[in-house]
């Protein structure tokens, strides 16, 4: 069974860092690009970042200048360093994988999902 597991979330207060990481592990297909998607309460789903086997980046406009995304290629290790964290942030993240080596990958072509952590930026 693939797992993707997700950890470092967390309550905050705004301004502060938080840094989530995920492992994949029992993956069936190679895994190319990794990276995350959120979901706040009363919204869509939203991509965050993303991140290539090659080390392309994508990231949310939302999020640009204050997250940033990186790869332990031998831990098959993604961590989503954030920071000057505001309320607009509070999300459930869910770490991402897919075979696809694109940087930016729809939704529906992840192929690996976790299943979650809870951040809450209070003002």
């Known amino acids: 069974q693939v797992q993707l597991v997700e950890s470092g979330g967390g309550s905050v207060q705004a301004g502060e860092s938080l840094r989530l990481s995920c492992t994949a592990s029992?993956?069936?297909?190679?895994?190319?690009?990794m990276g995350w998607y959120r979901q706040a309460p009363g919204k869509e789903r939203e991509q965050v970042a993303s991140?290539?086997?090659?080390?392309?980046?994508n990231y949310a406009d939302s999020v640009k200048g204050r997250f940033t995304i990186s790869r332990d290629y031998f831990r098959n290790t993604v961590y989503l360093h954030m920071n000057n964290l505001i309320p607009e942030d509070t999300a459930v993240y869910y770490c991402v994988a897919t075979a696809s080596s694109s940087v930016v990958v729809t939704a529906d072509d992840m192929d690996y999902w976790g299943k979650g952590t809870l951040v809450t930026v209070s003002s």
């Open positions: 991140i290539t086997s090659g080390g392309a980046t």
């Open positions: 029992r993956t069936i297909l190679p895994i190319q690009t």
